[in-house]
């Protein structure tokens, strides 16, 4: 073939390479890049063709892809994580200029003596590196040794292989962008989701808030519409609060609300009861799938549950510990009823038996169908 026709062939070859590459998956990306020096050996006649990748401050290089010439010795393994401050000739030419030409090594200058003791170890007679840049950034270099004989390196081949290098820089840049943009949206979504848990969340308690009930109580009515099973709606107030408040202070009444909160959600651990803090020193619970007995189970285990935490109300008329008052509606939803209308009605109805709740002598629950 004569040296024409050649670079004809080349230059196609690389144009669709280069479709391919700007096309690329990450993960077809590799393979891609390996045909590409594979190319450059070819059209080049050279034994070993490569590209190396540098560190963000270029403190290590990396040798990333390697292509040899049938019956020559590959020298990937042993060219990984190298520092550069042991080529500081190699690197002063290639920060520099971006480039580094070796016709014939053994007429290196006395300042690239470790690059000549390199170039040796690896058999290497000729060299050419081109800076791979991207961005105004070095990322690394493509390079083709000769190992069998010395090559007068020709301007064709430095324009060729510069094109060549600005493509995979093009494409490492690219992915690496992409790959900072995945990063970006992942750390965004986990952002988001933990401001989702706060907005349903109760900044005191730590359980869910009257936000995050308003949601449940529409989806527990219409699943109950649709199952026809018995829903509960328990409002739960702490008996005497404000005296205990008075006397203890806010901030011991703050704690107090807490652990009758942690209470409470150890009680109600099926995956169909559900509790949130309504307001203040109010909690209203959900309760699915249920029916009259097991809502006055839980009304009862409720209670017991606050009084056993035995948090001392010297000023309290009811007991000598802390205690609730709890009232329930039971209802079984159906189709016709408007949600908003009967969220509004269970409320109301769980409401008036806590007031007899309280009027009877507090620390006791009604529920009310
Ligand atoms: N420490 C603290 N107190 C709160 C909080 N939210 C509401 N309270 C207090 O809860 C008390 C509620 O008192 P009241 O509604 O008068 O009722 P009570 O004293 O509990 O009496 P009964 O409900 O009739 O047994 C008030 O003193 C509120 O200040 C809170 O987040 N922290």
């Known amino acids: 073939m004569d040296v024409k026709t050649k ?52 403190k290590h290089m990396t040798n990333t892809h390697e292509w040899v010439r049938d019956g020559h010795q590959a020298h990937i393994d042993s060219l990984q994580a190298i520092e550069t401050d042991d080529l ?84 490492l840049e690219r992915q690496r962008t992409y790959a900072e943009l995945i990063h970006t949206q992942r750390e965004l979504e986990k952002a ?13 308690t730590g359980i869910a808030n009257r936000r995050a009930f308003d949601e449940r109580i529409t989806n527990e009515i219409q699943r109950a519409s649709r199952h026809k099973t018995p ?18 202070g806010h901030l011991q009444g703050d704690q107090a609300l807490k652990s009758v909160a942690d209470a409470m959600f150890d009680q109600l651990q099926r995956n169909t009861d559900f509790l949130a ?4 020193e109010e909690f209203v619970a959900v309760i699915s799938a249920t029916d009259e007995q097991k809502t006055k189970d839980s009304i009862q285990q409720l209670l017991e549950a606050v009084q056993n935490l035995k948090i001392e109300h010297e000023q309290s008329q009811v007991a000598p510990y802390l205690s609730i ?30 007031y007899r709740a309280k009027s009877d002598g507090r620390n006791r629950g009604y529920l009310d169908n």
């Open 277 to 280: 803090r309504y307001g203040g």
């Open 231 to 248: 829903l509960a709606l328990l409002i739960i107030d702490i008996d005497q609060f404000k005296p205990y408040n008075d006397h203890y």
């Open 7 to 58: 670079q004809v062939s080349f230059d196609q070859l690389i144009s669709e390479l280069s479709t391919r590459l700007i096309n690329s998956e990450p993960t077809e990306t590799y393979e891609c890049i390996e045909e590409v020096i594979a190319a450059i050996g070819d059209y080049t006649e050279a034994d070993r063709c490569y590209v190396f990748e540098f560190d963000d401050h270029i």
């Open 325 to 354: 008052s709890i009232g329930g509606y039971l209802h079984t939803p159906t189709a016709d009823e408007n949600t908003e209308a009967l969220i509004s009605r269970m409320i109301s109805k769980a409401d008036s038996a806590l």
């Open 88 to 171: 500081p000739w190699f690197f002063k030419e290639m920060k520099e200029n971006h480039v580094c030409i070796v016709n014939d090594v053994q007429t290196l200058p006395p300042e690239a003596n470790a690059e000549k003791a390199e170039f040796d170890r690896e058999d290497i007679k000729s060299v050419i590196c081109i800076g791979m840049v991207a961005n105004h950034k070095l990322l690394g270099f493509v390079g083709c040794d000769m190992v069998q004989k010395k090559r007068q390196w020709q301007p064709t081949d430095l324009r060729r292989l510069s094109l060549v290098a600005d493509m995979i820089a093009n494409t």
């Open 192 to 204: 988001n989701r933990m401001l989702q848990a706060q907005v349903a969340q109760d900044g005191l």
